[in-house]
Nanobody, 116 residues
């Protein structure tokens, strides 16, 4: 069973930055999985943030996040990272890592809170 563990969440002031990391384990070939980040605010559906192709060449972003968030991956370490800059209170959410074109696997999530 593939396991995804997110880390790096926390409390940050508006305008600040955070780097989230997702580490995959019990995975046969990490480079066979499109990786993505989603986020969820209580009472709302999970929302797409970004994804990245198998070798980290191409990525896609939620339009409103483009330019502030950057997704990357390291296939040698089975990790995918989300660099978040210029954080706003509305970025507050639980951030989830996913694996697979059909979002086959989810992590447990990490809380990001943007507040002064």
């Amino acid at each position: 069973q593939v396991q995804l563990v997110e880390s790096g969440g926390g409390l940050v002031q508006p305008g600040g930055s955070l780097n989230l990391t997702c580490t995959a384990s019990s995975i046969d070939r990490f480079d066979r999985y499109i990786m993505a980040w989603f986020r969820q605010v209580p009472g709302e559906e999970r929302d797409f943030v970004a994804n990245i192709d198998l070798f980290g060449i191409s990525s896609n972003y939620k339009d409103s996040l483009r330019g502030r968030f950057t997704i990357s991956r390291d296939n040698s370490k089975n990790t995918v990272t989300l660099q978040m800059t210029g954080l706003k209170p509305e970025d507050t959410a639980v951030y989830y890592c996913t694996a697979g074109l059909n979002i086959d696997y989810w992590g447990q999530g990490t809380q990001v809170t943007v507040s002064s």
